[in-house]
T-cell receptor, first 117, second 115 residues
């Protein structure tokens, strides 16, 4: 079975400082990994995804994540936080758990990012 | 190109009432999904439809039924609503359902309260 753990439920940073949101995963298969962002009262938007190509993945709005197989991690980073980055972030692992199964996603419990002036 | 649309945006039900949540996508995707989002639990899959004409249970299917009406539309029905079904419901779609990294695209959600 696949699982994902987001190590921090809340992260607070000052505007202009780096962002680090941590994610560890477990999967019996070669996983695909995603980060989604959810702004208040909105749906989920894809930030970036890892698909077994380059281990450093660049996404939208200056975010990037690095896939580290040895550490089973897929941490999300951004060099300089902006007020508009305040949102909830979900780390997601994708895999097929049974023959004929769909491309089902397993979500982490989310990290709420707060950006202060 | 509207992507994934959901109706209604908000709904309040009394215990025992029934309702259907509607979802439609205009991206010609084969696969569609229903999730619920509860505080501190991320999103959990209720049902999915890998392709038109097929549906299958996800992680939390009890109390729900689904219909894949055609390639575009995938509805979720609560036959007898319970307070435990108070949640935010998201519909999503993806191009295929096979192994790989097909991105799922999400609708804006339906906020359901059951009194």
């Amino acid at each position: 079975a696949q699982s994902v753990t987001q190590l921090d439920s809340h992260v607070s940073v000052s505007e202009g400082t780096p962002v680090l949101l941590r994610c560890n995963y477990s999967s019996s298969y070669s996983p695909s990994l995603f980060w989604y962002v959810q702004h208040p009262n909105k749906g989920l938007q894809l930030l970036l995804k890892y698909t077994s190509a380059a281990t450093l993945v660049k996404g939208i709005n200056g975010f990037e994540a690095e896939f580290k197989k040895s550490e089973t991690s897929f941490h999300l980073t951004k060099p300089s936080a902006h007020m508009s980055d305040a949102a909830e972030y979900f780390c997601v692992v994708s895999g097929v758990e049974r023959t004929g199964g769909g491309n089902k996603l397993t979500f982490g419990t989310g990290t709420q990012l707060k950006v202060e002036l | 190109n509207a992507g994934v649309t959901q109706t209604p945006k908000f709904q309040v039900l009394k215990t025992g009432q029934s309702m259907t949540l509607q979802c439609a996508q205009d991206m010609n995707h084969n696969s569609m999904y229903w999730y619920r989002q509860d505080p501190g639990m991320g999103l959990r899959l209720i049902y999915y439809s890998a392709s038109e004409g097929t549906t299958d249970k996800g992680e939390v299917p009890n109390g729900y039924n689904v219909s894949r009406l055609n390639k575009r539309e995938f509805s979720l029905r609560l036959e007898s609503a319970a307070p435990s079904q108070t949640s935010v419901y998201f519909c999503a779609s993806s191009r295929t359902s096979g192994i790989g990294a097909d991105t799922q695209y999400f609708g804006p959600g339906t906020r359901l309260t059951v009194l």
